[in-house]
């Protein structure tokens, strides 16, 4: 089977999409299927275009046996919504005249967030008349309306109109969430072409291994409690509370919090650290992919928050993933559909979103209960090898494709495991 794929990230950026998107396709290779994705050129999320590379019109190169077609991409950082939107339309744009340029294939998947990739599905799809399967891995407009990103309401019934007309004409959905599955369907989209393919992990990058000591001992860290967050550092996240917590924790010179990533508030957070005089808090810049197992080795607690809002009782942030893989016991703070996680693995505390007291509670509990995180941690690593293997959901994904390319109803998923 001649798969396309057009997603605006894929390594080397480090983000979850550009590697569910990767793992999936470097399966789909190994399985005997031909794969051609079309992206960017890497520049996720400072904005600059990842050494090595040149922002070309066009450009080919060969990774894993997956045929990437890269296109021009205006650069911006991941902050400031009219630049983000522009670097959006352009690869929407650009990344059509790249489609149109392919040899035919059987089927074509898109990935939203961001919104114009999975949009650009629709005219690919009349133009080359071949089957389209949208991916969704959040809700848009509504997460961006939730952190307050878009305000004016004529742009948001614009975007909810589109968001109405991607759903609508899309052969399949596949979704990584079951709450996405049900509120797409409250938008009238039969259920029976909604599919459920949650995020994953690779088990064999992600296991139990040695922690980064240049790490720890760079920072500090060595000998003490750490509460590691690792990831974009945005605004759906909330990230303030969590060093609103750590001066609840001054108490604890044995405790520290480790925040590692790059985004559009770490400015804010660094000079809120600087306010609140947290030497208990150390920040780390962007980290590669393969560095991640050896900082969450290197935690005793991983730090999971959102914003409190509807819109994130939804989701199941792919990063809990890979903790659990590797062991690590997790403090969520998140309401919904990811409560079910953590009853669910018995791997995790729950506390609600934004509440800095109920989190510095949890890590207190944590540090003094050592055998409750040995349990979680056992219990992590089994519950992602037995619901969340990514190899095992890319061939759950595959037959999706498949019986599209046959031109067959597609058959919902029964992927994963949420509680």
Sequence with gaps: MKILFLSHYFPPEVNAPAYRTYDHCKEWVRLGHEVTVITCFPNHPAGEIFEGYQNRWRQEETRDGIRLIRVWTYPTPNAGIFLRALNHIVFMLLGFWAAMR???????????PQFFNGLVGLPIRWFKRIPWVLEIRDLWPESIVAVGAIKNRFVIGILEWLEGVMYRNADAIIVVTRTFRDVIAKRGIPPERISFVPNGVDLALFEPTGPD?????????????VATYAGTLGMAHGLGHMLEAAAMLKDRPDIAILIVGDGAEREQ??????RLGLDNVKMVGLQPKEKLPGIWAASNVALVPMRATEVFKTILPSK??????????????????AIGLVTGSNAGIAVPPGDAKALADAIRTLADDKERCRAMARNGRDYAAA??????????????????????????SPSGATG
Excluded: W, Y
Aim: a positive charge.
């Design 102 to 112: 392919a040899p035919r294939h059987d089927v074509l998947v898109t990935t939203s």
């Design 213 to 225: 000591r240049e790490l720890l001992k760079a920072n500090g860290l060595e000998g003490k409690f």
């Design 269 to 274: 957070l660094a000079a809120q650290r600087e």
């Design 320 to 337: 809990i993933f890979e903790i659990m893989a590797m062991g690590v016991p997790f403090i969520m703070g998140i309401e919904g559909e």
């Design 387 to 412: 619901h969340f293997d990514r190899r095992k959901l890319a061939r759950d994904l595959l037959r999706q494709l498949e019986a599209q390319a046959r031109g067959r109803a597609i058959a919902p």
